[in-house]
């Protein structure tokens, strides 16, 4: 009996180490900003979701980002998003998609750091000026890519290629584009644009990718409140009363979606304005 107690005692003795190393850890510099998938395009990350009903639904929207500043013509031109649709279905063919991983560096190894790496004894200066805690402790994390391809990304490519009928990477993205301009295609594709403010990223416009370029989506308006909020309207119908509206509701979730993804909580309320539901939200920064 007393030897079954030792061993429960040391059992939670180590269980309870464990908590305390990992309370211990340093928290991680913005986490939420690398979370996600990206690959390059034209010397811009650019970030994918690809967006389902679950996991074990195909992909029905796929929603791009990228950091392009407070004028954001750049990302949105027809030659960027042409370029960047390529290099998006190369990603997928080619495995070149990568995610962040957060890995201990020491910033004290960094030349003109100006403190002390760890496992070196400091100075008597320094050690007499009282401040060895804090010249001696400068381990922390940061972020670094690491390549990867799950599952998803090679279902989407092998359900697009036999749909496009080609592994041609631009007979791949022209099908991509020209089912996201169709109202009843397979996929819809967005691009929103951001520029930061802070550690906040504020989105600019959305744009819907289409066969020639970026469609800017004009009906949908982003104002930033200058409080950490943002004021987003999404009209979910085309004011018919009758029209078939699966794209508005498509393009709607979507917009939610990624705001939730990029750190956002918003309130939703729909209201009628005379010309259509109109979703009417307001979304405050959680970081």
Not at 103 to 131: H, L, W
Request: with cysteine; glycine share 8%; hydrophobic share 30%.
């Amino acid at each position: 009996m007393k030897s079954t107690l030792f061993k429960s005692g040391l059992a939670l003795l180590a269980v309870f180490s464990s908590l305390s190393a990992l309370a211990s850890q340093p928290s991680m510099p913005m986490e939420h900003e690398y979370r996600g998938y990206f690959f390059e395009s034209q010397n811009v990350q650019i970030k994918v979701d690809l967006q389902r009903r679950d996991k074990y639904s195909p992909v029905e929207r796929i929603v791009f980002s990228a950091e392009c500043g407070r004028n954001p013509a750049r990302c949105t031109s027809d030659s960027f998003q042409a370029r960047m649709m390529d290099d998006f279905v190369a990603a997928l063919k080619y495995r070149k998609f990568y995610k962040y991983v957060f890995r201990p560096f020491d910033p004290c190894e960094q030349p003109g750091s100006g403190c002390t790496p760890m496992g070196v004894e400091p100075s008597e200066e320094v050690s007499e000026a009282g401040n060895v805690d804090i010249q001696r402790r400068g381990s922390g994390y940061r972020p670094e890519p690491q390549p990867t391809h799950p599952g998803i990304f090679q279902t989407l490519w092998t359900s697009m290629a036999q749909a496009a009928g080609t592994t041609v990477v631009s007979g791949a993205a022209d099908y991509l584009k020209q089912q996201s301009a169709e109202r009843n295609g397979k996929n819809k594709s967005y691009f929103i644009p951001t520029y930061r403010k802070g550690s906040q990223k504020i989105p600019s416009l959305v744009c819907k990718i289409v066969s020639d370029g970026c469609d800017t989506q004009t009906d949908i308006t982003i104002r930033d409140l200058n409080n950490g909020k943002l004021a987003v309207s999404v009209p979910v119908g085309d004011g018919s009363g009758h029209g078939d509206n699966r794209e508005y509701w498509e393009r709607e979730q979507s917009v939610r979606e990624w705001l939730g993804d990029i750190e956002y909580k918003c309130i939703p309320a729909y209201t009628n304005t005379g010309g259509g539901l109109v979703l009417q939200m307001v979304c405050s920064y959680m970081k």
